[in-house]
Structure formats: structure tokens, C-alpha cells
């Protein structure tokens, strides 16, 4: 991987999309360690259709911004395998310019949700469990 074309979170979206699970994050500062790979923070993707490798699941491994590396495997039976085909379909697009394909549904409106936070007054600071008229439970009903 050149200094002038590294991999970047941009170019990992724009060809997967936003992963499915996240483990850790950008400023976690606990180090883990999986397949021998040290990272703070990792990408699950399932059920891909769009994988450069073909692969139906992947793992990319992030320390802070920089990419460490990813794995990938074809069901949950296969042991996951390191994989350089995303790497090359990263070197190959411009990150800026690429249409992230959203394919995530958005969570249907019901209009069953409250609040179960709402303030009484300026001195409560919430966290009630109310039922769905919106009435604050007591902890022995709740």
C-alpha cells in the first residue's frame, strides 16, 4: 500500500456500505487482538452480494484511522482467511466521489415510542419507565 493511496474509511463505505456491527471504535483506547492482528476497532459486514473477494462475511481491522487489515469467509462453517482483493478495489476508486449504495431500511414508524426520559420539571432528570400512554411507571410495576 503506497503513502500517497492509503485505504481509508471513505473507500471501505463506499464499496461495502456501512457495516453491520462495530467492535470498539475510533478512540477506543483498548487494544485487542484477533488472528494475530492488533486493532482498536472493527468492522463486521454479513451477507454481503457486493464483496470484491465474493465473500458473503468480512472483518476489516482498523487502528485509530489507519487500516491493519481484513479477513473474510463464505459461511459461518469457513474459517475466516486473509483477503488483498479489497485492497486493490480501494486503490482503484476515489472515495470522494463515490455514491455510497444505502442499503440499509430505515426503522418503520409505528407511533408506539415514548419517551421513557421525559423530565417532569427543570430538576428531574427523567429515566422513568412509562408505559405506552405515556403514564411513569413505579419501579414495583415496572
Known sequence: ?????????????????TPHAVEGSLNDPVEREEFG??????????GLSNDPAGASSRSVYWHRYD????????????????D?????AAKAIDARTMVVDDHHLPHPVTGRYHSVSTPQDWRDLGGYVQDESARRLSKAES
Open 1 to 17: 500500500m503506497s503513502a500517497q493511496q492509503p485505504v481509508t474509511r471513505n473507500s471501505i463505505v463506499a464499496l461495502l456500505g
Open 37 to 46: 492482528i492488533r486493532y482498536n476497532e472493527k468492522w463486521l459486514y454479513e
Open 67 to 82: 487500516f491493519i487489515a481484513t479477513m473474510v469467509r463464505n459461511n459461518a462453517d469457513e474459517q475466516w482467511r486473509p
Open 84 to 88: 488483498s482483493q479489497l485492497l486493490e
